[in-house]
C-alpha cells in the first residue's frame, strides 16, 4: 500500500466515518458516534485493508 494512501473506516449500519488508517498493525476498539455500534479490531494491517477497500474506503 502506498505511505500516502488514507483510508477512511466507515461503519457498515449507519455509512458514518469512524476513522482514518495510514500503516501499521491496529489492535482497538472504536464506538460509532451514530449508531453506537462498537467495532473490535484485532490484527489489521495493510494487507488486510488493501484487500477489503473499495474506492478508498472499507466499510466495518
Known amino acids: 500500500m502506498n505511505n500516502s494512501m488514507k483510508i477512511s473506516f466507515c461503519c457498515k449500519d449507519c ?3 469512524m476513522f482514518d488508517y495510514y500503516a501499521g498493525t491496529l489492535n482497538l476498539s472504536i464506538k460509532c458516534n451514530r449508531c453506537k455500534r462498537v467495532l473490535t479490531l ?5 494487507k488486510y485493508v488493501a484487500e477489503r ?8
Request: proline content about 0%; charged content about 45%; overall charge positive.
Open 15 to 17: 455509512k458514518g466515518k
Open 42 to 46: 484485532k490484527k489489521i494491517d495493510e
Open 53 to 60: 477497500m473499495i474506492n478508498g474506503k472499507l466499510f466495518v
